[in-house]
């Protein structure tokens, strides 16, 4: 007997997986359909609410995570108890390290976060097992290293003004990666508080650029979070490039 579930369009794809919005462009693209049906059995989906913790920093990694939808801010706290925010994640960014035992941040849910979890030896079998599935995780680590090196630049050397452009366009940009149109609307994932640590600057500051960019009709505001960009290249001059 066949196991395998399928819908009206008789697909050999986990119902799971037919309505997965990420699984193309995350590392479950570079599954066959039998490997979907084997990481499927293992798979829990769930909605968690905004300023959710999802995993401790310093604590044992049991499972691992594709971000279906939503954003998830990475923190690292230090040892006076001070706390940085690191990093941010989008779907279909996978959430955690293999092959270590304890996580190495902190990630909590900035908005209302979709997201597919397996257990840790779960995916660090098959890993080892598929080297198309080591390679897909290669290529996402990377492209982060990559973003990461871009942030480092907005943090060190541009002017406050550009570092909040940098951060509005980062939203638009990552939280929609298929927009095609040359405007998007959208609301902060974050709060002003939030947004000034991830940038190193006070929130007097941010709110200041904010209005600042409001003014020039580069970004227009409306109750505090939605933000409309009407135009996505005159944002991208804004923030530098």
Not at 28 to 54: F, I, Y
Not at 70 to 86: E, H, N, Y
Not at 145 to 151: K, M, Q, T, V
């Amino acid at each position: 007997m066949d196991i395998r579930r399928k819908d009206v369009h008789n697909s050999d794809l986990p119902i799971l997986c037919q309505a997965c919005e990420s699984r193309h462009r995350g590392v479950c693209g570079a599954l066959t359909s039998d490997q979907l049906l084997q990481l499927s059995k293992h798979s829990n989906r769930r909605t968690v609410e905004p300023d959710t913790e999802l995993v401790g920093e310093s604590t044992q990694t049991k499972s691992y995570s594709n971000i279906i939808s939503g954003v998830v801010k990475l923190s690292k706290m230090m040892a006076d108890g001070r706390q940085q925010i690191v990093g941010l994640q989008f779907a279909p960014d996978f959430l955690g390290r293999p092959f270590r035992k304890e996580n190495g941040v902190t990630a909590e849910t900035a908005t209302e976060v979709n997201v597919c979890s397996f257990p840790k030896n779960v995916i660090e079998r098959m890993i080892s097992e598929m080297p198309e599935l080591e390679h897909k995780l290669l290529e996402q680590t990377l492209d982060e290293l990559d973003e990461a090196r871009n942030w480092m630049l907005t943090l060190g050397r541009k002017s406050a003004a550009e570092k909040v452009a940098s951060f509005v366009l980062l939203i638009a940009t990552h939280a929609f990666p298929d927009n095609d149109s040359d405007s998007v609307a959208f609301d902060l994932p974050m709060s002003r508080v939030d947004i000034a640590d991830f940038l190193g600057l006070t929130m007097e500051t941010v709110s200041r650029q904010l209005t600042k960019l409001r003014k020039e009709d580069v970004i227009r505001i409306a109750n505090n979070r939605h933000v409309v960009v009407p135009d996505l290249n005159h944002l991208s001059e804004r923030a530098g490039f």
